[in-house]
């Protein structure tokens, strides 16, 4: 008897240019004291060694919401500061989400005379729910809008010092 399984993949890639040095971008993706002041305000924390973990805090509004109190986690696949970032990523947004396998995150930052060019990659296999929720644009100003609000947030915090959402 054979057995045949098909894997769905699912390859986003998202790329902005930010007027701000690699080391702050890094620093606006891996710091607490940065990621948590865009995008969903969400404490996002890093061992950056291979093998370490990842995991985004939710905010007590998150929880007031029924929110666990870890919405994103992780490893750390490599780390080559300021220039490239690999992990897994697995979001626990929902019950569907959860189930779904973790996805694979690869950031990658070039800089030229001042500029940051950011390309995020996002691996998923077999994972609608959570492409569907990274892929979002809708309910922006309560935190939604997937990878595009992001990368948009933090490129405004970074060069305005102000994020969109105030």
Same mark, same amino acid.
């Given at each position: 008897?054979? $057995?045949?399984?098909? $894997?769905?993949?699912?390859?986003?890639? !998202?790329? @902005?240019?930010?007027?701000?040095?690699?080391?702050? *971008?890094?620093?606006?993706?891996?710091? =607490? #004291?940065?990621?948590?002041?865009y995008?969903?305000?969400? $404490?996002?924390?890093y061992?950056?060694? =291979?093998?370490?973990?990842?995991r @985004? %805090?939710?905010? =007590?509004?998150?929880?007031?919401? /029924?929110?666990p109190? @870890?919405?994103?986690?992780g #490893? *750390? &696949? #490599?780390?080559?500061?300021p !220039?490239?970032?690999?992990?897994?990523? +697995?979001a626990?947004?929902?019950?569907d989400?959860?189930?779904?396998?973790? /996805?694979? &995150?690869?950031?990658?930052?070039?800089?030229?005379?001042?500029? $940051?060019?950011?390309? @995020?990659? +996002? #691996?998923?296999?077999?994972?609608p +729910?959570?492409?569907?929720?990274?892929?979002?644009?809708?309910? &922006?100003?309560?935190?939604?809008g997937?990878?595009a609000? %992001?990368?948009?947030d933090?490129?405004?915090? &970074?060069?305005s010092?102000s994020?969109?959402? /105030?």
């Amino acid at each position: 008897m054979t $057995t045949t399984e098909t $894997t769905t993949r699912t390859v986003q890639v !998202h790329r @902005v240019y930010i007027k701000a040095t690699a080391q702050a *971008v890094w620093d606006a993706i891996t710091s =607490p #004291e940065w990621n948590a002041r865009y995008a969903c305000r969400a $404490t996002s924390e890093y061992e950056l060694r =291979p093998g370490g973990a990842y995991r @985004v %805090i939710t905010t =007590p509004e998150m929880r007031e919401y /029924g929110a666990p109190d @870890v919405l994103i986690d992780g #490893e *750390v &696949l #490599e780390v080559d500061p300021p !220039h490239r970032l690999v992990q897994t990523w +697995h979001a626990y947004f929902t019950p569907d989400t959860a189930a779904e396998a973790p /996805g694979r &995150l690869t950031w990658e930052l070039f800089e030229d005379d001042g500029l $940051t060019r950011l390309t @995020v990659t +996002h #691996e998923l296999d077999d994972a609608p +729910h959570t492409l569907a929720a990274v892929a979002s644009d809708e309910k &922006l100003r309560e935190g939604g809008g997937g990878w595009a609000w %992001i990368l948009s947030d933090m490129k405004s915090l &970074l060069e305005s010092g102000s994020s969109i959402g /105030g």
